[in-house]
């Protein structure tokens, strides 16, 4: 049986996301999808003070980025906003157990010379798949030839990536069922589950109540990689078919 799940590459992500390729045969980056201005694609949040969560952001070229895919977004071509980013990881996370072992990997990839968005994102996901030891087949639905794509509906081009795969079951973030039901995805021929991550508290250096919904990277940095993916294996304790996941709405 062939699991496959697909997600649009967000910026350092939250451990929802890494579920998905945990569990997954096969994983595919929606990379020519289209790009959300003010969404996850750019941003997500980790510590900036004790007790207090913002967000750390790519800065894209927003002029240039109207209806694009996200492919075709371009990084805002000053490497201030790098020197910015990691200054800033390292001044709230330095005093963190694991910080020193696991800061210099995403250091390596934020340094490097990526104008693409989409390309910077991907990096970092496999990145901290490495370090987690997460195994998984990638794809890129702009593998998917431009002779075949369809220019219909996103989930009508979900189809066809699973067709494409020879998915089995397709294992779905929670949000996106809103859109499926709407465009009517066919869930009897395409069998399908829904996420339900469930975030496990675990130490903050930063906060005594625990703050949920974070970057992956705050529990990387604060409990390693091996008790991180542990979090990411009980995450979701029960996926849901359709018609439970019908069921929340």
Not at 92 to 118: A, D, G, M, Q, V
Not at 184 to 189: L, N, R, V
Not at 191 to 216: R, T
């Amino acid at each position: 049986m062939t699991k496959v799940a697909m997600m649009q590459p967000c910026f350092l992500p939250w451990q929802g996301l890494f579920e998905l390729i945990y569990k997954s045969d096969t994983f595919i980056f929606l990379d020519d999808f289209q790009f959300v201005v003010q969404s996850h694609h750019t941003r997500n949040k980790l510590f900036v003070n004790k007790n207090q969560v913002d967000y750390y952001n790519v800065p894209i070229q927003k002029s240039k980025c109207f209806k694009l895919n996200f492919n075709e977004v371009l990084i805002v071509d000053n490497p201030q906003w790098k020197k910015k980013l990691l200054r800033t990881l390292e001044y709230n996370y330095r005093n963190t157990h694991f910080f020193s072992e696991i800061f210099p990997k995403i250091k390596n990839i934020i340094s490097e010379e990526y104008k693409i968005l989409s390309e910077l994102n991907i990096a970092l996901i496999k990145e901290i798949c490495s370090i987690l030891k997460i195994e998984s087949e990638f794809y890129y639905s702009s593998d998917f030839t431009d002779e075949t794509k369809s220019d219909s509906s996103r989930t009508k081009r979900v189809t066809e990536l699973l067709d494409w795969i020879g998915a089995n079951e397709y294992l779905s973030a929670f949000g996106s069922f809103d859109y499926m039901k709407e465009d009517m995805f066919d869930y009897k021929k395409y069998p399908v589950v829904f996420q339900n991550y469930i975030p496990k508290s675990y130490l903050q250096i930063h906060s005594k109540e625990f703050i949920p919904y974070l970057s992956i990277l705050d529990a990387l940095f604060n409990i390693g990689a091996k008790e991180t993916l542990e979090l990411i294996k009980n995450g979701t304790e029960k996926w849901l078919d359709w018609r439970e996941r019908e069921r929340y709405e």
